[in-house]
């Protein structure tokens, strides 16, 4: 069936540090791929999102790259803020016509 | 500033009483949806609609209603035989109705039983 997995929070990390949450998926064909951030008490918001094989997306410092081979989405940041802290979503659409999310993925970032 | 809005922030519910979750747009989307999201859970789809005057079952339907009499407004109610419905509700929209769209959400509700 379809669905996304994504890598068990919190994540806890110091101010600079180097941020990876990884997401994997399964679906039929290959849909778009998201990433969603969710601030303490707030809506989702868009963060980055990528439409096919091999793109980039990019936002913010983040970035996460669309792999095929591997049916991967795992996002990155070079160094993470205190303002990063947030719960972070993968998704994928497409194929069902209806966004699959992960279970989020809670970051906490110290200074 | 064109964007979804939520009302009530805060929602409380008597047993056996029914509630409605408002939510209107004005980014002249097309679909809108409604999630139920629940610590540990991610998000869950409850209801969607492509289109203004229609709307279809989610994953979590039972205990909820909706409408979708105009193209701005899809609130959802939820019913007495709701069980579990202390949750934090989102709405979100898109332009159009396949995944490939990007979904806007909103602030959020949450709802909690007294």
């Known amino acids: 069936g379809n669905s996304v997995t994504q890598m068990e929070g919190p994540v806890t990390l110091s101010e600079e540090a180097f941020l990876t949450i990884n997401c994997t998926y399964t679906?039929?064909?290959?849909?778009?791929l998201f990433w969603y951030v969710q601030y303490p008490g707030e809506g989702l918001q868009l963060l980055l999102k990528?439409?096919?094989?091999?793109d980039k997306g990019s936002n913010k410092g983040f970035e996460a790259t669309y792999r095929k081979e591997t049916t991967s989405f795992h996002l990155e940041k070079g160094s993470v803020q205190v303002s990063d802290s947030a719960v972070y979503f993968c998704?994928?659409?497409?194929?069902?016509?209806?966004?699959?999310f992960g279970t989020g993925t809670l970051l906490a970032v110290q200074p | 500033d064109g964007g979804i809005t939520q009302s009530p922030k805060y929602l409380f519910r008597k047993e056996g009483q029914n509630v409605t979750l408002s939510c209107e747009q004005n980014?002249?989307?097309?679909?809108m949806y409604w999630y139920r999201q629940d610590p540990g859970q991610g998000l869950r789809l409850i209801y969607y609609?492509?289109?203004?005057?229609?709307?279809q079952k989610g994953d979590i339907a039972e205990g909820y209603s909706v409408s979708r009499e105009k193209k701005e407004s899809f609130p959802l109610t939820v019913t007495s035989a709701q069980k579990n419905p202390t949750a934090f509700y989102l709405c979100?929209?898109?332009?159009?109705?396949?995944?490939?769209?990007?979904?806007?959400f909103g602030p959020g509700t949450r709802l909690l039983v007294l």
């Open positions: 979100a929209s898109s332009r159009t109705y396949p995944g490939l769209e990007t979904q806007y």
């Open positions: 679906a039929t064909g290959y849909p778009s």
């Open positions: 990528a439409t096919k094989a091999d």
């Open positions: 998704a994928h659409g497409g194929a069902t016509n209806k966004l699959i």
């Open positions: 980014l002249n989307h097309d679909a």
């Open positions: 609609s492509q289109i203004v005057n229609d709307f």
